[in-house]
């Protein structure tokens, strides 16, 4: 069983920048790879970033690249999200979540659907 919790959302003007953090519970967080995804109200989740378990490997959906940054600290059991240049558009609860059914696999996950544990999600309102 892992539990995550998410904090750093909060409401901030376009161009701001907001830093989230996943913090999970269990000794095993070093060996999942963790992702992070939004939902839009009315909209379905969908996938923002996501970081392999060594920190070696991320991709970002491509609304996203070059502005947002995902990162991990294994030491501290905690995944970050650092998001710059927010636009409304960015506006939606952000939830982590972690996958342990692929441990220590070559392949990146984008869909909801893979991941196993997620967190209650934290929101994120941007105004123009």
């Known amino acids: 069983q892992v539990q995550l919790v998410e904090s750093g959302g909060g409401l901030v003007q376009a161009g701001d920048s907001l830093r989230l953090a996943c913090a999970a519970s269990g000794r095993a967080f070093s060996t999942y790879d963790m992702a992070w995804f939004r939902q839009a109200p009315g909209k379905e989740r969908e996938f923002v970033a996501v970081?392999?378990?060594?920190?070696?490997?991320?991709r970002y959906a491509d609304s996203v690249k070059d502005r947002f940054t995902i990162s991990r600290d294994n030491a501290k059991n905690t995944g970050y999200l650092q998001m710059n240049s927010l636009k409304p558009e960015d506006t939606a609860v952000y939830f982590c979540?972690?996958?342990?059914?692929?441990?220590?696999?070559?392949?990146?996950?984008?869909?909801?659907?893979?991941?196993?544990?997620w967190g209650q999600g934290t929101q994120v309102t941007v105004s123009s």
């Open positions: 979540a972690v996958q342990i059914r692929h441990l220590f696999g070559s392949t990146l996950y984008f869909s909801p659907r893979d991941y196993d544990y």
């Open positions: 970081i392999n378990w060594s920190s070696r490997s991320t």
